[in-house]
C-alpha cells in the first residue's frame, strides 16, 4: 500500500507513520467546495426523496503552494459523488458529499476520502426539526 515505517518514541512505545502522499481534507475540500456546492440534482429529480449523484473522477495535475513557480503538477485522479436527502416533516435538505483522491504513480498507494455534510436552507429550525435533520445526518 502506502510507505509505512515504523518509529519509537522516547519511551520505546513503536508506532506505525504512514509517509505516503496525500491531500489534506480541508485544502482537498477548498478545492472542490464550490464544484461541489454548484453540482445540482436534474430538475426532474429535485423532488425525489433521495438523489445520488456521481460518482465522477478526473485526472489533475496538481502542485503543492510552496513548489516554485516552474514546477510541473503531479497526476492526482479525484472522485466525486454527492447524496441529497429530503428530510421528511422539514422544510430542508441534507447533503453529503465524499472526495477520494490518490496519487497517480507506479506504486499502489491507497485511495484517501474526505467526507462533508451540509443542511440547507441555512436557517433556524426548531427543536423538533433539529431532531429530524439530526437523524438524517447520522443514517448518511
Given at each position: 500500500?502506502?510507505?509505512?515505517?515504523?518509529?519509537?518514541?522516547?519511551?520505546?512505545?513503536?508506532?506505525?507513520?504512514?509517509?505516503?502522499?496525500?491531500?489534506?481534507?480541508?485544502?482537498?475540500?477548498?478545492?472542490?467546495?464550490?464544484?461541489?456546492?454548484?453540482?445540482?440534482?436534474?430538475?426532474?429529480?429535485?423532488?425525489?426523496?433521495?438523489?445520488?449523484?456521481?460518482?465522477?473522477?478526473?485526472?489533475?495535475?496538481?502542485?503543492?503552494?510552496?513548489?516554485?513557480?516552474?514546477?510541473?503538477?503531479?497526476?492526482?485522479?479525484?472522485?466525486?459523488?454527492?447524496?441529497?436527502?429530503?428530510?421528511?416533516?422539514?422544510?430542508?435538505?441534507?447533503?453529503?458529499?465524499?472526495?477520494?483522491?490518490?496519487?497517480?504513480?507506479?506504486?499502489?498507494?491507497?485511495?484517501?476520502?474526505?467526507?462533508?455534510?451540509?443542511?440547507?436552507p441555512q436557517k433556524r429550525y426548531s427543536k423538533k426539526e433539529l431532531r429530524f435533520i439530526r437523524k438524517v445526518l447520522k443514517e448518511l
Open positions: 500500500m502506502g510507505l509505512k515505517q515504523f518509529v519509537f518514541d522516547m519511551n520505546g512505545v513503536m508506532s506505525e507513520l504512514d509517509l505516503g502522499p496525500a491531500i489534506k481534507c480541508n485544502g482537498l475540500n477548498a478545492f472542490l467546495s464550490k464544484l461541489l456546492e454548484e453540482w445540482q440534482a436534474p430538475k426532474h429529480l429535485r423532488s425525489a426523496p433521495v438523489v445520488v449523484l456521481g460518482p465522477r473522477a478526473k485526472t489533475y495535475k496538481l502542485v503543492k503552494l510552496s513548489a516554485s513557480a516552474n514546477s510541473k503538477g503531479f497526476p492526482w485522479r479525484i472522485s466525486v459523488g454527492k447524496k441529497i436527502v429530503h428530510v421528511k416533516g422539514v422544510a430542508a435538505r441534507v447533503a453529503k458529499m465524499t472526495a477520494c483522491s490518490r496519487p497517480i504513480t507506479a506504486l499502489a498507494y491507497p485511495t484517501a476520502c474526505c467526507v462533508q455534510k451540509s443542511v440547507w
